[in-house]
């Protein structure tokens, strides 16, 4: 052993090795340093756990190597979603259309007039560039951008309510997941939380008696991510708006995903639309970018100009400000709603939603016969199955779809679910009854060849 010890290649003979030259390139010699010492004391740790390891320097520079090709890589990278969740929030929720990612690219590496008014050569509004937008798409007379929907509404009750006592349902005290619940919303601002009715139901007297002096508006939260089913009941938005409004009060209503076209035609439930909740009169709404609306994460804020502008005055908007790729990549994804059925083919989140079983079928057929092209010992088959929407967005609804079931006899389901994940493209797959399952519905146009890759490379 200690044998094997001193025959360690040396630092300063690594450190000469033509294998290493080209890092320099990418890395100060420190660095170099730092992971040929990290190897040689695995190779060491090795060595005294009486491993039978390759001490050679070839076998050291290797090990380098491998730890240096993981470090030059970004930590956060695309995966292949497999899941046939459209929406879904660990991996990232809604893609761009590519409309919207050129436009985020133009403004990215280019001075823009972000803030700046090019007719009358003087300072702009940052909110100006997609407020005309906003308020064509949901009949608001006036609207604002922050950065998500949680600090829509923290904006919202900061500005308006402060001090004073919220009403809100006893079945809307959501919980969004993370540390999003909305009674803790609430209170973080300084607000006072007064539930009214059941959990299953709440009348508009509810809300009736417990308005006082002390009252500052009425919040009704979208039920996004859950039903409350069966013996049920909460009052109309139109009544709802009018009784606060018979106070002197407003109305608030944070919708959650904003639905801007009806997803009835594709076989989903109905779901109110930003239009229609606007319609209902009430003061001001608020909705993600990110989620049902298919663009990038925001928060958006439609309702009266009266409230909107106090909003805009408001000090914490700074802290809560939306940045420009941002506000690039929402213009484009809302210009593409002027025509409703090019937001469906243009816009990736819809298009995912709205594909016919044909297509669907179809995918499935080549994801399924490249894959028994490879020739590695996969079994597979094609099978009937259910997507998800995900996002917290109509959290009943399931959509037929193909799935893409492989086994192999030598590794187990979760041995393959995780090789498929730790590929150098990672893919994130389902699994079930001992398989490893591809929903095709969320798959884009290469990722079959880099599934396929993964399966060659992984056993
Ligand atoms: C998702 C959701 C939020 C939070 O929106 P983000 O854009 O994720 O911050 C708030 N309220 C409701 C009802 C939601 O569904």
Redesign the pocket.
């Given at each position: 052993m200690q044998e094997k010890l001193s025959q360690l290649p040396k630092m300063d003979e690594l450190l000469e090795d033509v294998a290493i030259v080209p890092w320099f390139e990418v890395f100060d010699r420190p660095y170099v340093k730092n992971y040929l010492n990290e190897a040689l004391n695995q190779v060491r740790q090795a060595i005294l756990a009486g491993e039978d390891v390759d001490i050679s320097h070839s076998a050291v520079v290797a090990i380098a190597e491998r730890k240096l090709t993981v470090k030059q890589r970004p930590n956060l990278r695309p995966v292949i979603n497999a899941t046939g969740t459209a929406l879904h929030t660990n991996l990232g929720r809604a893609l761009l259309s590519d409309k919207s990612v050129e436009a985020t690219q133009r403004v990215n590496a280019r001075y823009s007039n972000l803030e700046y008014n090019v007719e009358a050569g003087e300072r702009g509004s940052r909110y100006a560039h997609i407020e005309d937008l906003l308020k064509e798409l949901t009949g608001a007379e006036a609207a604002l951008v922050v950065n998500?929907?949680?600090a829509a509404?923290m904006l919202l009750l900061t500005a308006t309510t402060q001090g004073q006592e919220v009403l809100i349902s006893r079945g809307e005290l959501?919980e969004?997941g993370g540390s999003?619940r909305v009674p803790d919303v609430i209170e973080s601002v300084g607000a006072r939380l007064k539930e009214v009715g059941a959990t299953n139901k709440t009348h508009l007297r509810d809300y009736e008696r417990a308005i006082t002096e002390e009252t500052g508006a009425l919040l009704r939260?979208?039920t996004?991510?859950y039903r409350v089913v069966g013996f049920s009941q909460v009052p109309d938005d139109k009544d709802l708006v009018a009784l606060a409004h018979q106070h002197d009060l407003p109305a608030f209503n944070?919708l959650?995903?904003g639905l801007l076209i009806d997803l009835q035609p594709l076989g989903l439930p109905r779901e109110p639309l930003v239009s229609e909740v606007v319609a209902a009169g009430y003061d001001v709404v608020s909705f993600?970018g990110d989620?049902l609306l298919g663009g990038p994460q925001a928060?958006i804020l439609v309702g009266t100009k009266q409230y909107i502008d106090q909003l805009k005055r408001h000090p914490l908007l700074r802290a809560l400000r939306v940045d420009k790729m941002t506000l690039a990549g929402l213009e484009a994804t809302l210009q593409a709603y002027l025509k409703p059925e090019q937001a469906m083919k243009d816009i990736p989140l819809l298009q995912m939603l709205g594909q016919s079983e044909e297509k669907l079928a179809r995918k499935a057929q080549t994801l399924a016969d490249d894959i028994r092209a490879l020739d590695k010992g996969y079994q597979v088959n094609i099978i009937e199955g259910q997507s998800q929407v995900g996002g917290?967005a109509f959290p009943e609804a399931r959509l037929a779809t193909h799935l893409v079931e492989i086994s192999h006899p030598d590794y187990s389901e979760s041995t393959l679910e995780q090789k498929l994940r730790q590929a150098e493209f990672p893919i994130i797959a389902r699994t079930s009854d001992g398989k490893v399952q591809f929903d095709v519905r969320t798959l884009l146009e290469a990722d079959s060849g880099k599934i396929c890759q993964a399966l060659v490379e992984m056993i």
């Open positions: 998500n929907n949680a509404v959501v969004i999003f939260v979208h996004s991510n944070d959650g995903s993600s989620k928060g917290g």
